[in-house]
């Protein structure tokens, strides 16, 4: 009997105090997801050609290899197609400028399909992702509303100035 694949699909979303031009620094460094998403363990550039980026990566504690497409639109969004791995499907991550550009809404939305990951870990793994997105978009926040500079990368704090605890997300298939 064929396993009937399903479609899960998760929102996450988060305000900052931070300029849009200010989060979009942060998360248009793509190289640099890994401090970010705890969940991706390395990534290695294949192509990068204007704003698209082809890399393979290793996720997940069982390290699972697979390739994504990155497509960056400037100031708008990130679109991340999962191609090979343990998931197919989707990741976009959008910027929405509020206030006048002073405070960014960023808005996370997977739409994926397990792709060699057992049936019985599934639900195991989708949770780890909503918790994962969540700490994305604390950590991401906590970057943001601190003084950009290329030498400091710090990330530890749970809370900041600026910083709105407000975090929600949702999964469901």
Do not use: C
Not at 46 to 58: A, C, H
Not at 78 to 94: A, V
Not at 127 to 153: D, F, N, Y
């Amino acid at each position: 009997m064929k396993e009937k694949r399903t479609m899960e699909t998760i929102n996450a979303s988060r305000e900052i105090r931070a300029s849009t031009d200010r989060v979009w620094e942060i998360v248009s460094d793509v190289d640099n997801d890994p401090e970010y998403w705890k969940g991706v363990t390395s990534l290695h550039n294949l192509r990068k050609e204007g704003n698209v980026v082809e890399r393979s990566v290793v996720v997940g504690f069982m390290g699972h290899k697979g390739l994504q497409r990155i497509e960056l639109k400037p100031r708008e969004s990130i679109e991340l197609t999962m191609t090979k791995g343990p998931m197919k499907g989707s990741r976009e991550i959008k910027l929405v400028p509020l206030d006048g550009g002073e405070r960014t809404r960023i808005e996370i939305s997977w739409n994926f399909q397990f792709s060699g990951v057992p049936i019985f870990a599934r639900p195991f793994v989708t949770s780890q992702i909503v918790g994962t997105t969540k700490e994305a978009l604390e950590r991401i926040a906590e970057a943001a509303v601190k003084p950009s500079s290329p030498l400091v990368r710090t990330r530890k704090e749970t809370s900041g100035p600026g910083t709105q605890p407000r975090t929600s997300a949702t999964a469901r298939s």
